[in-house]
């Protein structure tokens, strides 16, 4: 029977659910098995398995209980991880290649050294990649990540005063439009509906196909429309109340449908 967790690979990072079959606590530090190797991570939550929003059959186990070695290995990876972040930069420089490094880390098994990095442009990194492969002696990942990764990676605290949704429990970050802003009658103001990353809020998924089919029916404000007190021009909306108010002749009404 097994026990469902979220584990996190850095402070404040982003919570990934793992199983094992024994009762473990809150703090516990854990080595578990990923796509890219062996992780080095902290338990910050017990997940109920009911709660679950994945297939049971693609979570990845905890592989053990990080021992003291384990800590000790991990504590020399973050601190070689700084040091190549320090030697991709200098290439970087070298090769005039015009790149913002976020951070470096390696897998605990040491099998793969990733570099998140920014752009504004593609980057051409494969003569950056071969120095790099040929001092750490390992496979060597350049990700060119984009304004919504950053913020995934960096973390923060967004304007609801809770940490960034990217960073904390988002596995996947959904397509967000703008019609899901108008939807939701939303004053379409940059900062009203932009997040730390500067594009459009995560948020505006959650509730958008609640906000559409509460919409269906009513008007639209400035819309002429006919009701039991009248004619007039609908001034404002509540979608999710499902209720609108006219100006019918200078006087105010509430229109509430079924």
């Not at 398995?49 to 059959?57: A, T």
């Not at 991880?81 to 005039?96: I, Q, T």
């Not at 060119?144 to 967004?158: L, N, T, Y």
């Amino acid at each position: 029977m097994y026990k469902y967790y979220g584990v996190s690979f850095k402070s404040d990072g982003k919570i990934y659910i793992f199983k094992f079959e024994e009762d473990l606590d809150k703090g516990t530090n854990v080595i578990v098995e990923t796509e890219k190797g062996l992780q080095f991570g902290k338990i910050n939550i017990l997940i109920d398995e009911e709660d679950l929003k994945l297939s049971i059959e693609n979570i990845k186990n905890i592989v053990r209980v990080a021992t003291e070695k384990d800590e000790a290995i991990q504590a020399k990876n973050m601190k070689d991880s700084k040091n190549a972040l320090a030697k991709a930069v200098d290439f970087a420089k070298e090769l005039e290649l015009d790149m913002h490094f976020i951070d470096a880390s390696y897998t605990f098994d040491r099998k793969q050294l990733l570099f998140n990095f920014i752009a504004d442009d593609r980057v051409d990194f494969r003569e950056l990649a071969k120095r790099l492969a040929g001092v750490y002696r390992t496979r060597i990942e350049l990700r060119q990540i984009g304004a919504r990764d950053k913020a995934r990676e960096v973390g923060g605290i967004g304007a609801c005063g809770r940490k960034l949704c990217c960073s904390s429990f988002l596995n996947h970050i959904d397509v967000v439009s703008m019609s899901m802003a108008k939807n939701q009658n939303i004053a379409l103001n940059p900062s009203k509906i932009n997040g730390c990353c500067g594009r459009l809020l995560c948020c505006l998924a959650y509730e958008d196909e609640e906000y559409i089919r509460c919409s269906k029916g009513l008007p639209s404000v400035g819309q002429k429309v006919n009701t039991e007190f009248g004619n007039g021009q609908v001034v404002s909306v509540d979608i999710l109340s499902r209720k609108y108010i006219v100006d019918i002749n200078g006087e105010k009404k509430e229109v509430v449908l079924n």
